[in-house]
């Protein structure tokens, strides 16, 4: 039994006459004919009625027509997801991410998608939420890695995971052994802020806000990592994300409402994804959905926060 057969079949059942069936397939009407015989002989008996007014199934006919009709539907189904899936393993994908956040989650990330794509190459570009989330709206990326400080019209996102938040102290601070802290335990303390124009600085002033601290602000940096250098060296206290925990410092965690901030996937519109980006969009929604909060404390150099 072949495909044209098939199609032969259907088309002749839906115009009611050879004629129409072949102009319909673009063959002439003896091939047509000597085709559809090739395929009675195959299923044992007469499909159609054959008459000088045309063409009417026969019984087989009318219970052979939706197994025809839905063997052509699985086998075009088929060729569309194998033509997709073609598409998604080559090409270019543009992907932004948080500069706290890439040396973190881009390593795993990367890994399992450049072992399942080898051929899709993958171009970043790193900057504050708000700054990608422009990009993101201008076409600029076709992904963005970042936090909930992103989000606005024009994008659509989907959570990936929360990533608490956690006070961070020098080893000598008077607050670094209290144990678990409430936000206001920080008021009136000299605190270390991410610059203005930094998504998680407005995350860090939103926390502290919604307890009625206002942060006694003595330096401001661009990178996580002097705020925590300046932290560690005694200069001021900070809040943190738990991803970024490292040797050195003291963390604790924050009594309830504990603070956290929200990493997600963000695109403009799944359906304008190309076949590539949507690859990297559904890699990583597996692997960080598929991580637990053990594998995560892996994952984030294994710092504790107490």
């Given at each position: ?51 000088r007014r045309g063409a ?151 926390a502290l806000a919604s ?95 107490i």
């Amino acid at each position: 039994m072949e495909v044209h057969q098939l199609k032969y079949f259907l088309a002749v059942a839906q115009s009611g006459t050879f004629t129409g069936a072949a102009l319909a397939c673009h063959v002439s009407q003896p091939s047509l004919s000597a085709q559809l015989a090739k395929l009675e002989e195959e299923l044992g008996g007469p499909l159609f009625e054959r008459s000088r007014r045309g063409a009417r199934l026969t019984a087989r006919g009318l219970l052979f027509r939706p197994r025809a009709a839905e063997a052509l539907r699985q086998l075009e189904s088929g060729r569309q997801e194998l033509e997709e899936l073609a598409g998604r393993r080559r090409g270019l994908v543009t992907l932004g991410c948080l500069p706290t956040t890439g040396a973190y989650l881009l390593p795993p990330l990367l890994k399992t998608f450049q072992a399942e794509y080898p051929d899709i190459t993958v171009q970043l570009r790193e900057g504050s939420s708000p700054a990608l989330a422009q990009a993101l709206r201008d076409g600029e990326v076709d992904l963005v890695l970042m936090d909930e400080a992103g989000l606005g019209p024009g994008m659509e996102a989907q959570t990936l995971f929360r990533d608490p938040l956690l006070a961070a102290f020098a080893p000598g601070h008077a607050l670094a052994h209290q144990g678990v802290l409430d936000l206001m335990d920080l008021a009136g303390v000299p605190f270390i802020l991410m610059k203005s124009g930094h998504g998680f600085r407005q995350i860090v002033l939103d926390a502290l806000a919604s307890r009625g601290v206002e942060p006694l602000v003595v330096y401001e940096s661009d990178e996580i990592g002097t705020v925590q250098a300046l932290v560690e060296a005694g200069l001021g206290v900070s809040l943190v994300p738990r991803m970024v925990c490292r040797p050195g410092l003291v963390y604790r965690p924050i009594a309830d409402p504990a603070p956290s901030r929200t990493l997600l996937v963000a695109f403009r519109d799944a359906s304008s994804l190309s076949p590539g980006a949507e690859a990297l969009r559904r890699t990583a929604w597996r692997v960080f959905q598929q991580m637990s909060y053990t594998t995560k404390d892996d994952l984030f150099n294994g710092q504790k926060p107490i």
